[in-house]
């Protein structure tokens, strides 16, 4: 298999190094895809949340019934591993910057049929709101190969753990507003959701629009033809993970991070509405502290990070979620649980740096690593990989819901769960740090 000499070179196939900006402070197309992902994380989040309050809310009105957050989760997932596949080979073949431009319009589409489907739920159920979910699904699957994989066409290979630290960082505030924002619109217009879905229209034309300053990109495989080989992973790029353990083990490593993140996001609305019987606005204020502590995680490690990939972080950050978990799990005090609403606050926000730290040289490192003709589809294979994870934390969602409730044990034990399922990623996964200066770099 033919590679770069030197697989840390920034691409040339978006714009060369006289047309990227010495100074990621000065570049249009920085503050552009920053800005063009925030608004989708902070849309889909909204959404998100507000569908899966309704979930568990329904629960509720149920004594002793399983929730729907394992089948929502599912729902959102499946079609990440579905067509994760053909949407890398779409972001290898065409522009990035033009199938980013797409992928928005589709959420405008996305969040008006949201609209609908809240205006007419007493008719169509949470049915509704499941297809919905789905086509939001299929657009961020579009969105993610080619918003990932624009990243080292758009700037240069010492600036991605800046780039990716910023990016993520805005993410997660992102996903904090959007999560608490939905807890306070579901309290406040608990009959007339579709209104709050009306924000997410907004979101998403203005999401839309900041597409703009985005530098055209260039085709990295114009000539590619699709095959059903497209569907699943490429002969290519399978051959590239058999032949490079190293990023074969980054991608596992991500997997069973997301897989148990999945659960938490789940096991965090279930604590506070079912144990600690929060209301939607303190319960969304539990996933908003794992936002905050996210994105201070990942600006520390962008900064940690500079010039190298460092793998040091990686292990502080698994040992340190380990920590969260097993406080969080920790039964005892009022509602059976030993944190309650404020002391399980700093913890998730604690939870929340460990897990910037964690996942931001793996991200790094996928996209640097990968080859520059294969960079959409190794991107697009690291995200069905993560969303294969996912999808899986749904059912295994809905498996310890019922453990729980077969057994009438506490809503906290669902950390405890995940702990066993991330402690083997701590002891096992120890790579050695690289650097991420090339030798143009240096210049």
Same mark, same amino acid.
């Given at each position: 298999?033919?590679?770069?000499?030197?697989?840390?070179q920034?691409?040339?196939?978006?714009?060369?190094?006289?047309?990227?900006?010495?100074?990621?402070?000065?570049?249009?197309?920085?503050?552009?895809?920053?800005?063009?992902?925030f608004?989708?994380?902070?849309?889909?989040?909204?959404?998100?949340?507000?569908?899966?309050?309704?979930?568990?809310?329904?629960?509720?009105?149920?004594?002793?019934?399983?929730?729907?957050?394992?089948?929502?989760?599912?729902?959102?997932?499946?079609?990440?591993?579905?067509?994760?596949?053909?949407?890398?080979?779409?972001?290898?073949?065409?522009?990035?910057?033009?199938?980013?431009?797409?992928?928005?319009?589709?959420?405008?589409?996305?969040?008006?049929?949201?609209?609908?489907?809240?205006?007419?739920?007493?008719q169509?159920?949470?049915?509704?709101?499941?297809?919905?979910?789905?086509?939001?699904?299929?657009?961020?699957?579009?969105?993610?190969?080619?918003?990932?994989?624009?990243?080292?066409?758009?700037?240069?290979?010492?600036?991605l753990p800046?780039?990716?630290?910023?990016?993520?960082?805005?993410?997660?505030?992102?996903?904090?507003?959007?999560?608490?924002?939905?807890?306070i619109?579901?309290?406040?217009?608990?009959?007339n959701?579709?209104?709050?879905?009306?924000?997410?229209?907004?979101?998403?034309?203005?999401?839309?629009?900041?597409?703009?300053?985005?530098?055209?990109?260039?085709?990295?495989?114009?000539?590619?033809?699709?095959?059903?080989?497209?569907?699943?992973?490429?002969?290519?790029t399978?051959?590239?993970?058999?032949?490079?353990?190293?990023?074969?083990?980054a991608?596992?490593?991500?997997?069973?991070?997301?897989?148990?993140?999945?659960?938490?996001?789940?096991?965090?609305?279930?604590?506070?509405?079912?144990?600690?019987?929060?209301?939607d606005?303190?319960?969304?204020?539990?996933?908003g502290?794992?936002?905050?502590g996210?994105?201070?995680?990942?600006?520390?490690?962008?900064l940690?990070?500079?010039?190298?990939?460092?793998?040091?972080?990686?292990?502080? @950050?698994? $040992? =340190?979620? #380990?920590?969260? &978990?097993? *406080? %969080?799990?920790t039964?005892? /005090?009022?509602?059976g649980?030993?944190? @309650?609403? $404020? =002391?399980s #606050?700093?913890? &998730?926000? *604690? %939870?929340?740096?460990?897990? /910037?730290?964690?996942?931001?040289?793996?991200?790094?490192?996928?996209?640097a690593?990968?080859?520059?003709?294969?960079?959409?589809?190794?991107?697009?294979?690291?995200?069905?990989?993560?969303?294969?994870a996912i999808?899986?934390?749904?059912?295994l969602?809905?498996?310890?819901?019922?453990?729980?409730?077969?057994?009438?044990?506490?809503?906290?034990?669902?950390?405890?769960?995940?702990?066993?399922?991330?402690?083997?990623?701590?002891?096992f996964?120890?790579?050695?740090?690289?650097?991420?200066?090339?030798?143009?770099?240096t210049?």
């Amino acid at each position: 298999m033919d590679a770069p000499s030197n697989p840390y070179q920034s691409p040339t196939g978006g714009a060369t190094d006289d047309t990227i900006p010495d100074r990621l402070a000065g570049d249009p197309s920085f503050w552009g895809t920053t800005a063009t992902q925030f608004f989708g994380a902070f849309n889909d989040n909204i959404f998100k949340q507000l569908l899966l309050l309704v979930a568990v809310n329904q629960a509720l009105q149920s004594s002793g019934d399983a929730d729907y957050q394992g089948l929502a989760m599912v729902v959102f997932a499946a079609p990440f591993v579905l067509f994760a596949g053909p949407t890398g080979f779409l972001a290898d073949k065409y522009s990035k910057t033009s199938i980013i431009r797409i992928s928005k319009v589709l959420e405008i589409v996305a969040m008006a049929l949201g609209v609908a489907a809240f205006y007419w739920y007493d008719q169509l159920g949470m049915a509704g709101l499941m297809v919905v979910l789905a086509f939001m699904g299929f657009q961020s699957t579009l969105f993610a190969p080619a918003k990932y994989g624009i990243l080292p066409e758009l700037f240069h290979g010492r600036d991605l753990p800046k780039v990716n630290g910023v990016f993520l960082m805005t993410t997660f505030l992102a996903i904090i507003f959007g999560t608490v924002l939905a807890g306070i619109l579901r309290d406040s217009l608990p009959g007339n959701l579709w209104m709050a879905s009306l924000v997410c229209v907004v979101v998403a034309i203005v999401g839309t629009l900041t597409t703009i300053p985005i530098r055209r990109t260039h085709r990295a495989t114009p000539e590619a033809k699709f095959t059903l080989q497209a569907i699943g992973i490429p002969k290519k790029t399978r051959q590239l993970f058999m032949q490079d353990r190293a990023i074969l083990k980054a991608l596992l490593a991500s997997c069973m991070f997301w897989l148990c993140a999945g659960i938490v996001q789940q096991a965090v609305n279930s604590l506070g509405k079912v144990q600690l019987e929060l209301s939607d606005t303190q319960t969304s204020w539990l996933g908003g502290a794992i936002g905050l502590g996210i994105g201070l995680g990942c600006m520390l490690a962008g900064l940690l990070s500079s010039g190298k990939i460092e793998f040091r972080l990686v292990q502080i @950050g698994a $040992w =340190g979620i #380990l920590f969260c &978990l097993a *406080l %969080m799990a920790t039964p005892g /005090g009022y509602h059976g649980h030993l944190l @309650g609403l $404020w =002391g399980s #606050l700093p913890v &998730l926000v *604690l %939870m929340g740096i460990f897990t /910037g730290m964690f996942s931001v040289p793996i991200q790094v490192y996928l996209q640097a690593k990968a080859p520059e003709d294969q960079k959409g589809q190794v991107i697009a294979e690291m995200s069905r990989a993560n969303w294969l994870a996912i999808f899986l934390s749904g059912f295994l969602y809905s498996v310890f819901d019922q453990v729980l409730i077969w057994g009438d044990w506490k809503r906290c034990y669902l950390f405890g769960f995940t702990l066993l399922i991330m402690l083997p990623v701590a002891l096992f996964y120890h790579p050695h740090s690289e650097s991420l200066e090339s030798d143009k770099d240096t210049q």
